[in-house]
């Protein structure tokens, strides 16, 4: 039993010490920089009594180390305050920011895992042929293309031009609260509700954002992709299984693929990681009232209660995944049990 239980204890205090100093680093950062919360409030023609009593009511009045002491305390407690700029609980605004990026990073992974795996694969196993020069080239323009442009052109040609997709926000706005909020996510919410009108809505206005995304995904994991299985393909089990007989199709799937899993899913992992972060670019042309958004203007103005709050979320979210990562390792590995 102490065996099984230590290191569970060990891990629980590097993740404990991990989020207090990406906590600690943050507030400390954040006190030192050139921002002026209060004025943020109050405004820059407030009197000085206003400016003192509103510093006193929002603790800034003391010392540094006291203001982070109190703050894990609320913390602890689900208490984050409130944000500067909505004026709510900044809990209320993460439960509402949260759902809309989990949505729109959920399908975009999805897309970027269903077309770059497949199209790595096949850029690995024909490689120097045209089929691994599209892959290839397709890759580079996702990765310098700035996804901002692509968002402008997409809205001009697929939703001003063309009328197939949804505008800004998540659905139109006489469907605004149309279905029972019980995820948060729209596409499951209506679905659950049973409202196809609404489901239909939230698509046309998700599916050009969350292809985007997924583009860019696309374009590092079958990059990711064709490396890995490059060099599985060149290993001596793989022309042995040749030699025996196999079929491309089993030699390929069925023995190099199974071997580069471990790694794609830590590809996938970050990717999808990133896009939990906080895909700003594509909330911001969008307007996405997703993560993302939330911290830029969170931090644009100097609002630390929430900054720290996302800090916190984004820390969680990382470690959540390299910890799933982890038991996907055991599943997908013998040899890591």
Known sequence: MPRRVLPILRGSLSIALTLLGLLALTFFIGRVLPFDPIAAVVGEKADASVYETVRARLGLDQPLYVQFGLFLRDM?????????????????????????????????IIIGCGFGIPFGVAAAVYRGRPIDHAVRLLSLVGHSVPIFWLGLMGLIIFYAWLGWVGGSGRVDI????????????????SLLAGDWDVFVSAFRHIILPALLLGYS?????????????LDQLGQEYVTTARVKGLSRRRVVWGHAFRNVLVQLATIVAISYGGLLEGAVLTETVFAWPGFGQYLTTALMIGDMNAVLACTLIVGLVFICLNLITDLLYRFLDPRTR
């Open 174 to 189: 006489f469907y605004l609260d149309a279905v029972p909020r019980r995820t948060g996510m729209l596409l499951v919410d």
């Open 217 to 229: 995904s696309m374009a590092y994991i079958s990059r990711m992709t064709r490396s890995f299985m």
């Open 76 to 108: 602890l407690s689900g208490n984050f305050g409130r944000a500067i700029f909505t004026g709510n609980a900044v809990a209320d605004d993460l439960r509402h920011v949260i759902p809309a990026t989990v949505e729109l990073a959920t399908v975009a």
